[in-house]
């Protein structure tokens, strides 16, 4: 039982280069998550979704996109990197909405 | 709008001693939860306790205790008989029927021997 796993760990991209997320849990969660951690504050919400096929916008969606394809996977999609999108990306699942949330280890990802 | 506020940016405590953490929050939802991650330095998130609005009574999982003050709309947590491992930064976090999970900015606690 691996829980929530992200790859990769640490990317490093050049600004305009695209790039993609991959989270997979074995949980059977419905509920997953992409967050964004930066220095000082807490996580962001970027993206989620509430089962397979769906997908909503969390509080900072500009600039990424997420598929859920299928119930165990979750990924996140980055067109065009920037600079500003210089952070530690968390994914996350859930049983439901009021349950705690399991988290992947993160990926550092630098945009140059 | 649906906030967390955590006050405290760094604590330090005494190994052994009990230690709160501070965490306000903010929601006109009358239903929502409470939570509170842990995130040592190799940087993983932990979940360690959770507080439902309606619980009737402090949520507690061993030596983690919510101190739940509706009224005040504060959830502050205890962390009875700390040890170095407890050294991490903290995030307070809640969710409401309006919005998935937000999180506060956290409290970094150092655990001195």
């Known amino acids: 039982n691996a829980g929530v796993t992200q790859t990769p760990k640490f990317r490093v991209l050049k600004t305009g280069q695209s790039m993609t997320l991959l989270c997979a849990q074995d949980m059977n969660h419905e509920y997953m998550y992409w967050y964004r951690q930066d220095p000082g504050m807490g996580l962001r919400l970027i993206h989620y979704s509430v089962g397979e096929g769906t997908t909503a916008k969390g509080e900072v969606p500009d600039g990424y996109n997420v598929s859920r394809l299928k119930k165990q996977n979750f990924l996140l999609g980055l067109e065009s990197a920037a600079p500003s999108q210089t952070s530690v990306y968390f994914c996350a699942s859930s049983q439901t909405d009021f349950y705690e949330q399991y988290f992947g280890p993160g990926t550092r990802l630098t945009v140059t | 709008a649906q906030k967390i506020t955590q006050t405290q940016p760094g604590m330090f405590v005494q190994e052994k001693e009990a230690v709160t953490l501070d965490c306000t929050y903010d929601t006109s939802d009358p239903s929502y939860g409470l939570f509170w991650y842990k995130q040592p330095s190799s940087g993983e998130m932990i979940f360690l306790i959770y507080?439902?609005?309606?619980?009737?009574q402090n949520a507690t999982e061993g030596r983690y205790s919510l101190n739940f003050q509706k009224a005040r709309k504060s959830a502050n947590l205890v962390i009875s008989a700390s040890q170095l491992g407890d050294s991490a930064m903290y995030f307070c976090a809640m969710r409401t029927s309006y919005d998935k999970v937000i999180f506060g900015p956290g409290t970094s606690l150092s655990v001195i021997p």
């Open positions: 507080q439902g609005s309606y619980d009737q």
